[in-house]
């Protein structure tokens, strides 16, 4: 009767919706509206399933032997996850484990305190300047581990290497997390700095950059040590977590460095564009190095755009909570998407603001 006293007990992170009707135009997820690379297709259309009698690679060779070489590193330092959510879930597991509070902006992926809870992390959130910049030396204190998004999410706003480093080179008793999921869209990555520190753990993902969130592929970079110790906790939790054709479609998306660069260049673009546009509607919004843009309106609430965008088959991210309330989080789509979504904003804010 009393067993619902001893429930591990957590309120669950919530995700953007996935709605089933095609016609959505969908800019709420940070989805890459294109294609993954063709050599993916052509591994998922020519797959052998007599492959699947047999349990996976266990050291999902194929996948992590791509990444290293492509990131330069050797293959006993990277470690292969279900998404970079799984590999940041294991991480926090393995690294955060003092009892001393952990460390993350106040506006962030939402996700952070969620696994803090769930491992009963103690962590405390630092404030983000007026400009949703991190300030250093909130991070320059005791702490049982940082993590930081960069550049940030839902805001968009990268933070500079130096000042990373600084953190980095400030906190060797702890580890750091850098997550590094949209950086592919003209950020600038941690990886140089592994070899200098070994409590830096860097995570990227294939959700974004490479058309995969379907597919569920993220990793984690960092020292030897770090991975072997990252290992030791998901071989303690599940030994394949990752299946035959993942594996082989990661390693396909990898070889194709001209399709990737294309790909990026073509949402830039966009982004740059939309952010024009945007603008010249009466928006505001930071310098976004990702694939989307967090942007509130000068007179009208976020609330009221967000519901017209949705009741016109538009959906945007709107987070009710402190701070980030009067903004929309609009994921870079196509162009044809964001023409969309521009003339909708111009007529309807036309007839608003009257
Ligand atoms: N980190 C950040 C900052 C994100 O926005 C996301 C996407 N929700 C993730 C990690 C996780 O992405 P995935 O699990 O698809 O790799």
């Not at 003092?98 to 902006?105: A, R, V």
């Not at 696994?115 to 992390?121: M, P, V």
């Not at 860097?202 to 072997?228: E, N």
């Amino acid at each position: 009767m009393n067993w619902e006293k001893n429930v591990r007990k957590v309120v669950p992170y919530v995700a953007g919706e996935q709605p089933k009707d095609q016609n959505v135009i969908k800019l709420n997820t940070n989805e890459n509206p294109y294609p993954p690379a063709p050599g993916v297709a052509n591994i998922i259309q020519n797959f052998d399933c007599e492959v699947l009698r047999k349990y996976p690679d266990l050291d999902m060779s194929a996948l992590v032997d791509a990444l290293s070489a492509y990131h330069g590193l050797d293959s006993g330092q990277v470690f292969v996850g279900v998404g970079s959510d799984d590999v940041l879930a294991m991480s926090f597991l393995t690294f955060f484990n003092s009892g001393q509070p952990i460390l993350f902006s106040d506006i962030t992926y939402s996700f952070y305190d969620v696994w803090a809870d769930l491992f009963r992390i103690p962590y405390q959130c630092q404030a983000l300047d007026e400009h949703f910049c991190i300030q250093k030396e909130d991070y320059m204190k005791p702490n049982g581990g940082i993590v930081l998004a960069n550049p940030n999410a839902p805001t968009g706003v990268m933070t500079e290497l130096s000042v990373l480093e600084e953190i980095i080179a400030a906190n060797q008793d702890a580890v750091v997390i850098v997550d590094e999921a949209y950086v592919d869209f003209g950020g600038r990555s941690c990886v140089s700095l592994i070899d200098k520190y070994d409590n830096l753990l860097v995570v990227q993902t294939f959700s974004k950059s490479r058309s995969l969130a379907g597919m569920r592929i993220g990793y984690a970079m960092g020292s030897p040590k770090l991975i072997h110790y990252l290992n030791d906790v998901k071989f303690s939790f599940n030994s394949y977590t990752m299946n035959a054709l993942t594996i082989a479609a990661g390693a396909a998306s990898v070889a194709d460095e001209a399709y990737f660069r294309q790909n990026l260049a073509k949402v830039i673009a966009t982004r740059e564009r939309t952010k024009k546009e945007l603008a010249r509607l009466g928006f505001t919004f930071g310098d976004s190095m990702t694939n989307f843009i967090f942007a509130a309106h000068k007179t009208v609430p976020a609330q009221e755009i967000f519901e017209a965008l949705r009741a016109n088959q538009i959906y945007v991210r709107h987070w009710n909570k402190p701070r980030i309330a009067n903004y929309l989080r609009i994921s870079i789509g196509t162009d044809e998407e964001m023409d969309r979504l521009i003339a909708f904003l111009e007529q309807y804010l036309e007839t608003v603001e009257k």
